[in-house]
């Protein structure tokens, strides 16, 4: 897009991104770092940030859906691509021909994708048992079933038992130690062919709870994207994220003022307002209204009033009039704007903040390595 067109840029600091993998893998020291790139990596751009990913070592990918690894098999040729959501119904031939591995999360996509095997010779996917989270993956009474009927398994190569944690951005919570070991004990019921299978456990936050979380593959998302996987202590990861706004007009305003969309707030002095051209429709939640804070020239500014479809208003009065123009740019996310407390302001984590990011930005990636 044209920027003079845009009402808003989002630049994607690539080279941050990829410092953030290196991060990830030295943390993770002999365990074998993966990439989450589902959701269109988190909203950043898959076809940018894995080919990132890529260039410096990471040959692993986990995306949500069949149509995402498609997508991604066109842009990496050579890559292994895990399907979180599973084997998907109707859709084994594609991923016999897309090359892509299944996490197998019930008895019946282990069944069907051993029945390709007589077609198509052995195949790989990834065994997922559910330590707690209740949600995807074999319980108990699936796990011993399988062990009493190891043939349903036949041609498969498992590639790793994996399990996802619920609770594993609260280091203090008592549910990580429990699935750690409830994990362990379901591996234990496998059948005996694949005791020896390695193992994917941490998330991003998995993956600063110790060495007992690590095992084998790591499957970090938001820590790459400048999440914090570590919300009680500082953030290790380096921002990859700044969204700046356009400045469309300055207003010079009495105190008492209404400011927006049902008068929520009034100005409590003569006050210089900002409106600038970003809205709920580019996925900056209308709950920030009177909420969140910008920045202009690293200098904070509040929001005032509640956020429109395609605009919202900041309170300018104590930023210098060269330094505050119709045009000029206003951080949103990055700079002192930190994503986790924008998320925090918003009610929610930066995932949302993330994946909600919206379509009419002028996209920018920053890539001086590539
Ligand atoms: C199964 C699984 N593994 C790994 C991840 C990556 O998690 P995070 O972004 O917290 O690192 C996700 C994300 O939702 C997931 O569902």
């Known amino acids: 897009m044209d920027p003079r067109l845009a009402g808003a840029y989002l630049t994607i600091d690539l080279t941050a991104l990829q410092s953030n993998y290196k991060t ?8 074998e770092c993966a990439a989450v790139v589902k959701a269109d990596a988190y909203g950043l751009g898959a076809s940018r940030v894995a080919p990132a990913l890529n260039a410096v070592g990471c040959r692993k990918f986990f995306v949500a859906l069949p149509s995402e690894a498609v997508r991604l098999r066109k842009i ?15 859709c084994a031939e594609i991923y016999v021909q897309e090359r892509l591995t299944p996490v197998l999360n019930r008895i019946e996509e282990i069944k069907t994708w051993s029945a390709m095997t007589a077609d198509h010779g052995p195949l790989p996917a990834i065994l997922h048992i559910d330590s707690g989270i209740t949600r995807l993956g074999l319980m108990e009474p699936d796990i011993r079933l399988l062990a009493g ?26 549910q990580n130690q429990q699935q750690l070991e409830q994990f362990d004990s379901l591996r234990k019921l496998l059948p005996e062919a694949l005791q020896s299978t390695p193992v994917s456990f941490a998330n991003s936050s998995g993956m600063f709870l110790g060495e007992d979380y690590l095992f084998d593959l790591a499957r970090p998302g938001i820590a790459l994207y400048g999440g914090n996987p570590t919300p009680t202590v500082p953030n290790p990861m380096k921002p990859v994220v700044h969204l700046q706004g356009k400045i469309l007009q300055i207003h010079d305003v009495d105190s008492q003022k209404p400011i ?18 970003v809205g709920y429709a580019d996925g900056y939640f209308r709950c920030l209204g009177n909420q969140a804070e910008c920045a202009i020239n690293d200098k904070k500014v509040p929001v005032v009033g509640r956020v429109s479809m395609d605009m919202i208003s900041i309170d300018v009065t104590d930023i210098a009039l060269d330094e505050c123009k119709p045009g000029d740019l206003v ?6 704007i930190d994503i986790n407390s924008l998320a925090t302001d918003a009610g929610t984590i930066s995932y949302e903040i993330l994946t909600s990011l919206g379509p009419r930005y002028h996209r920018l990636y920053l890539d001086v390595n590539l």
């Not at 990496?76 to 109707?90: A, N």
């Not at 951080?331 to 002192?336: A, D, E, F, H, T």
Request: net charge negative; hydrophobic share 35%.
């Open 24 to 31: 990830l893998t030295k943390i993770a020291g002999n365990t």
């Open 76 to 90: 990496l040729p050579e890559v292994k691509i895990f399907v979180l959501g599973g084997l998907f119904e109707d």
């Open 149 to 174: 009927t190891p043939q349903w398994l036949d041609g498969l190569e498992i590639n790793y038992i994996m399990s996802h944690l619920a609770c594993a951005d609260d280091p203090t919570s008592s």
């Open 260 to 277: 927006g969309y049902g008068a929520t707030y009034r100005t409590s002095r003569k006050a210089r307002i900002a409106t600038v051209s």
């Open 331 to 336: 951080s949103l996310i990055g700079g002192p």
